[in-house]
């Protein structure tokens, strides 16, 4: 089963939040970590897609070996058959974009890649990297139907990017990078592209500075919609003034009733403080169930 990137301190996965919250880095870093239902179930497929691929580009994998391994993912309790169905939609998507060239296109499955030359210690798994001609591709499988992700300036990607375009620098000249997200359960699939030397220039002038930051323990923070995974959502101070302060200045003045008008604005002012309420809750409930006691 791929393993999350648990290993590496500044991961590509977190670098959406580290990158525009560096101090997140130390303030989280004595903080458990904690998986879900979701997590593991995008660790499933991923294995799932891994087999599928590997079968298909490694002439070597037999029969005997892909069923047996297919067996082991499919007794996993948290496989589910609809699971075929979107990871067939990735699988297809890597197939398709590997039979659009003239000639067989370098494929790597489940690949490590190494971007330390920018972020102490990073490296990361991703999921397809294929090139051909002066051409890299990174293509990032998404489980999840939660949370729409993008792939125009998405940092995990382009780190993924970085640390490819590292390791085939010698063997490829590399001149265009297309970064891809195939999430079937939503948005789909997302196309991103950018020069290499633009990237370079983005891992030297933008990673490298934040990542020093980060990783020598600042005490920068930032609130902002990169807080989602991260360890400290209900507990750290900016992000709950933050969540407060979204309604308390609003509707000061008279009359007494609100306005229609105004409590069209108010839901939207008060989306903030909800979900701040929900992630408080969860971490009180996860307290509690530890046999922690949360005072009053
Ligand atoms: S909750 Fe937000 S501000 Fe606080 S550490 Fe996490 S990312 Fe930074």
């Not at 039979?99 to 972020?119: Q, T």
């Not at 030397?197 to 030297?204: I, Y």
């Not at 008008?261 to 989306?271: D, I, K, N, P, V």
Request: glycine share 6%; aromatic share 10%.
């Amino acid at each position: 089963m791929p393993t999350p990137e648990v290993h590496a301190k500044l991961s590509a996965s977190s670098a959406h939040r580290w990158l525009n919250c560096p101090g997140s880095v130390r303030l989280t870093a004595d903080l458990p970590d904690k998986t879900s239902e979701y997590a593991e179930a995008g660790r499933v497929a991923h294995a799932l897609a891994e087999l599928r691929l590997s079968k298909y580009f490694t002439p070597g994998v037999g029969q005997k070996a892909f069923e047996q391994r297919l067996q082991e993912i499919r007794s996993n309790p948290h496989y589910a058959p609809e699971m075929e169905h979107f990871v067939g939609e990735y699988v297809e998507y890597v197939q398709e974009l590997a039979l659009s060239f003239p000639s067989p296109p370098y494929v790597s499955v489940e690949r490590r890649v190494d971007f330390s030359a920018f972020v102490p210690e990073g490296f990361g798994t991703t999921d397809c990297v294929m090139i051909h001609g002066k051409e890299l591709y990174i293509t990032d499988f998404k489980y999840g139907q939660g949370v729409e992700v993008e792939a125009q300036d998405n940092p995990q990607l382009m780190l993924y990017a970085v640390g490819a375009l590292l390791a085939c620098s010698l063997n490829y000249d590399i001149a265009r990078v297309h970064m891809t997200i195939v999430q079937p359960r939503a948005g789909g699939i997302k196309e991103a592209e950018i020069d290499a030397a633009a990237l370079l220039d983005w891992a030297e002038h933008t990673v490298r500075p934040k990542a020093k930051l980060a990783f020598d323990g600042t005490d920068e923070l930032h609130s902002g919609d990169w807080y989602r995974f991260c360890k400290a959502k209900a507990t750290c101070r900016i992000r709950m003034q933050e969540a407060v302060s979204a309604v308390e200045d609003f509707g000061r003045r008279a009359p007494d009733l609100l306005s229609d008008a105004e409590l069209g604005q108010l839901l939207h002012r008060l989306e903030p403080l909800v979900r701040y309420a929900e992630a408080v809750r969860t971490y009180a409930q996860d307290k509690l169930m530890t046999g922690a006691a949360i005072p009053g």
